[in-house]
C-alpha cells in the first residue's frame, strides 16, 4: 500500500462566469493520425509524443509542420518518456505495467514492473518528470475498474515507489517551476488535484482539490504549468484546453478542433495539443492529430531523468 495522504475536502469548481474564451486558430501540426497521441513534450529542438496502444514514440519538428520521425516501437503500451540527462538517445519510459530504459539502439531495459501480477489488467498512462529529475507516472485498469490505478516515482537510485493509490485514469502529473506544487488529474472523476511536495525528498502532502469538471465539460487529460505557474490542461470529450490561475479561476478557453485532446505542450510563444481519434466511429478531419495554434505563453522544456 502507499503512504496516506491527508486529504483536503473544500470544494473547488471550474468557473466559468466570465466569457475567458480564447479565439487562437489552431492548425494541424502533422497530417498522420494517432489512436491514442499522448505525451507531448519540448525536448531540445524538437517535440516528442507517443502514440500509447501501438507503443510508438516520435519526434517533431518545432519550426516546421510535419509527421517527424519515428524514435521507438514497443509491443506493449508506451505512456510518455524523458530524456535521460547525461545519455543522448536515451529516454526513460513508462511503459507496459512499469518503466524502463529505451536505448539509442532500440533496446529496452525493466527498471521495474510494478503492476505485474494485479489481478486486474493494468497498463501506464501518463508521466513526467519533477524538476530534481525525479520520473512519475500513473498506472490504470483497462476495465475501468473504480479505485485500481496508483501514481508512481521513480528516484534517481532506481528506486520505483507507490506515492498514491485509489486512483482511476491517473493523468498529468505536472508540477510547478520550483518542485512544490504537483497537480493530477483522476479523468474518471472529474477532478484535478493540487499536492504540496518537498522537492528534497520529492513526497507529496496536503492533497486537496483544485478544480472539478461538470460531466459536459469533457474530463481533465495531460497537463502542464507555463511560465507564469499557470495549468493548462487538455480535456478529453470536451474539445477544449483550459488555463488556470494557482488559485484555480479559468483563465482561458480555447475551443480545439478535435474530439478528443489529451496533452498540451508550450514552445515560442505556441501551444501544441496531441489527440486521440480512439473509439471514434466518425473522426473529424483533425482528431488523432497533433494541432498547433499561437498563445503567446511558453512553458520550460521537459526535465531531463536523473537515473545514476
Not at 475498474?145 to 520505483?160: E, F, K
Request: aromatic letters at 6%; proline letters at 8%.
Amino acid at each position: 500500500m502507499s503512504p496516506t495522504i491527508e486529504e483536503n475536502t473544500m470544494p473547488q469548481r471550474d468557473r466559468p462566469e466570465a466569457d475567458v474564451t480564447d479565439k487562437a486558430v489552431f492548425r494541424a501540426w502533422t497530417s498522420a493520425r494517432r489512436e491514442l497521441g499522448e505525451g507531448l513534450r519540448w525536448v531540445g529542438d524538437r517535440l516528442v509524443t507517443v502514440d500509447i496502444l501501438a507503443g510508438t514514440l516520435t519526434a517533431l519538428d518545432t519550426r516546421t509542420p510535419g509527421d517527424g520521425r519515428e524514435l521507438a516501437r514497443l509491443d506493449v503500451p508506451l505512456g510518455a518518456v524523458a530524456p535521460v540527462a547525461g545519455r543522448p538517445g536515451t529516454w526513460l519510459a513508462a511503459a507496459g505495467t512499469g518503466v524502463a530504459l529505451l536505448g539509442p539502439d532500440g533496446t529496452v531495459a525493466w527498471i521495474d514492473r510494478p503492476e505485474d501480477g494485479n489481478p486486474v489488467a493494468m497498463r501506464v498512462n501518463d508521466g513526467v518528470c519533477d524538476p530534481a529529475g525525479r520520473f512519475w507516472f500513473g498506472t490504470m485498469p483497462y476495465d475501468g475498474t473504480a479505485g485500481a490505478g496508483s501514481l508512481y516515482r521513480v528516484d534517481a537510485d532506481g528506486g520505483v515507489t507507490r506515492v498514491l493509490d485509489g486512483l482511476t485514469v491517473p493523468n498529468g502529473p505536472a508540477f510547478t517551476a520550483d518542485g512544490t506544487t504537483l497537480y493530477l488529474a483522476d479523468s474518471a472523476r472529474g477532478l484535478i488535484d493540487r499536492f504540496a511536495v518537498d522537492p528534497t525528498t520529492g513526497t507529496p502532502a496536503d492533497r486537496r482539490p483544485f478544480v472539478r469538471l461538470p460531466a459536459d465539460a469533457g474530463s481533465p487529460d495531460g497537463m502542464t504549468v507555463d511560465d507564469a505557474g499557470h495549468l493548462w490542461v487538455a480535456l478529453w470529450g470536451g474539445a477544449a484546453v483550459h488555463r488556470y490561475t494557482p488559485d484555480g479561476t479559468l483563465d482561458r478557453r480555447l475551443r480545439v478542433p478535435a474530439d478528443q485532446p489529451t496533452s498540451p505542450a508550450l514552445h515560442d510563444g505556441r501551444l501544441f495539443v496531441a489527440t486521440a481519434a480512439h473509439g471514434l466511429d466518425a473522426p473529424r478531419d483533425h482528431d488523432g492529430r497533433v494541432l498547433a495554434a499561437p498563445v503567446g505563453i511558453s512553458a520550460p522544456e521537459a526535465v531531463a531523468a536523473i537515473i545514476t
